[in-house]
Every structure is written in C-alpha cells, then in structure tokens.
C-alpha cells in the first residue's frame, strides 16, 4: 500500500494482516456516553447498541478465491466505524487498548 498504515505505541508496531484492520475504540466522551463534565448519560448505559471506534491501521486485504489478486480494504486509517459487538480480539500494546478485527465485522463507516 502506498500510505504508511502502521501504528507505534512506545516502540511497538501494529500491522494488521490480512483484511484485518487495528481499532482503537471511542473514549466515553468521544461516543458521548459521558459528558464532558464527567457525568454518564444514563439512556445509553442501558442500551446494548454497536461498538465504535477509529481504525488505526489497515491490513493489505485477502486475496481472492484464486489466490492471485488482493482485494483492497473499503475503509481507512482514521475513518470511525461501527463494528460487530462480539466480532474482534482486544489486544493492549504500549498500554493502550485496541480492538483487532475483520474488515467484514465493520457494519459501517461514520461520517
């Protein structure tokens, strides 16, 4: 891929393989579960709904049934989607969390 799509976290590098992409998941304020006081909105803690996140890095893609081309991933390092509740890995690197998961596990990219 021509844009570098690799994350460090304190010495550490992530780069997804496959169709898979690195997300690190929307803080409480960010998913407007807590105000910026601090204080949680009590509707959506009751609520199941979708994760979301922002992708930090993009695998390269799959390849296609014959094995000879790649399939390009649809979304992008920054873009901020919606993905599968239960459809990802949580690894924490430099600390941080992050969420690994399938480019088919993302319903949707949020604009």
């Known amino acids: 891929m021509s844009e570098d799509t690799t994350q460090k976290n304190g010495g550490s590098t ?3 393989l496959g ?3 690195v997300i690190r998941p ?3 304020e960010e998913a407007g579960t807590t105000s910026a006081a601090g204080i949680i ?3 959506t803690v009751s609520k199941e709904k979708s994760e979301q996140g922002v ?3 993009v695998g390269p893609g799959k390849w296609n ?3 000879d081309k790649r399939i390009v991933p649809e979304v992008k390092a920054g873009d901020r989607v919606m993905f599968s509740k239960y459809g990802y890995e ?6 941080n969390d992050y969420y ?12």
Request: hydrophobic share 40%; proline share 6%; net charge negative.
């Open 19 to 21: 169709d898979r992409v």
């Open 90 to 95: 949580e690894v924490k690197v430099g600390g």
């Open 55 to 57: 992708i930090i890095s």
């Open 26 to 28: 929307l803080t409480d």
């Open 14 to 16: 992530i780069q997804p």
């Open 41 to 43: 909105i009590p509707d």
């Open 65 to 67: 049934e014959d094995g």
């Open 100 to 111: 690994v998961i399938s480019e088919s596990n993302i319903l949707a990219v949020i604009s």
